[in-house]
T-cell receptor, first 113, second 115 residues
Framework: NAGVTQTPKFRILKIGQSMTLQCTQD?????MYWYRQDPGMGLKLIYY???????DKGEVPNGYNVSRSTTEDFPLRLELAAPSQTSVYFC????????????FGEGSWLTVV | AQTVTQSQPEMSVQEAETVTLSCTYD???????LFWYKQPPSRQMILVIR??????QNATENRFSVNFQKAAKSFSLKISDSQLGDTAMYFC????????????FGKGTKLTVNP
């Protein structure tokens, strides 16, 4: 089973560039999430979606955008990259929300220089 | 706002011994869920154990068990018969039932199992 797949795994961006982190899940989960993990910290929620066509902000949404056109895909867009966005990004999904078991992707390392 | 505190940044244990990781949380809600997630060096986040606050019985999963003290807002993880593969960061997390979809993580405890 593929589970949650994120691409790319590693990326270096220059300040001001934009990019999209791709995420797809094959478990037919309604809920999908994007988290970031800064060094020495736990994960913080950037955006989440409760179903196709519905997205909402999490704890740290500034500088990011998302869309959810299908159940499977939940891309994260970084606009005008800043050094503060250097982090590890995790996409995740669950069947019934964040009180349910959450399945994580393997993470995407992003460095902004 | 809910907060999750893990007071032990690092811990170590000898292989085959038992170790307990601490977690406290702050909430005014009565119905919620608590989790322990494991993050090995590969960085993949893996659910270890899940506890529903309305259940008084402590959750167990093989060598992993929790001590859930609702009144004290404490949720510790006990790992028995520690194995080298248990070496990882362990994160305690809180999720409220209903309301905003937000899983709140602690800062983590780095556990090293020594041979």
């Amino acid at each position: 089973n593929a589970g949650v797949t994120q691409t790319p795994k590693f990326r270096i961006l220059k300040i001001g560039q934009s990019m999209t982190l791709q995420c797809t899940q094959d478990m037919n989960h309604n809920y999908m999430y994007w988290y970031r993990q800064d060094p020495g910290m736990g994960l913080k929620l950037i955006y989440y979606s409760v179903g196709a066509g519905i997205t909402d902000k999490g704890e740290v949404p500034n500088g990011y955008n998302v869309s959810r056109s299908t159940t499977e895909d939940f891309p994260l867009r970084l606009e005008l990259a800043a050094p503060s966005q250097t982090s590890v990004y995790f996409c995740a999904s669950s069947h019934r929300g964040q009180t349910d078991t959450i399945y994580f992707g393997e993470g995407s390392w992003l460095t902004v220089v | 706002a809910q907060t999750v505190t893990q007071s032990q940044p690092e811990m170590s244990v000898q292989e085959a011994e038992t170790v307990t990781l601490s977690c406290t949380y702050d909430t005014s809600e009565n119905n919620y869920y608590l989790f322990w997630y494991k993050q090995p060096p590969s960085r993949q986040m893996i659910l270890v154990i899940r506890q529903e606050a309305y259940k008084q019985q402590n959750a167990t999963e093989n060598r992993f068990s929790v001590n859930f003290q609702k009144a004290a807002k404490s949720f510790s993880l006990k790992i028995s018969d520690s194995q080298l593969g248990d070496t990882a960061m362990y994160f305690c997390a809180f999720a409220s039932q209903g309301g905003s979809e937000k899983l709140v993580f602690g800062k983590g405890t780095k556990l090293t199992v020594n041979p």
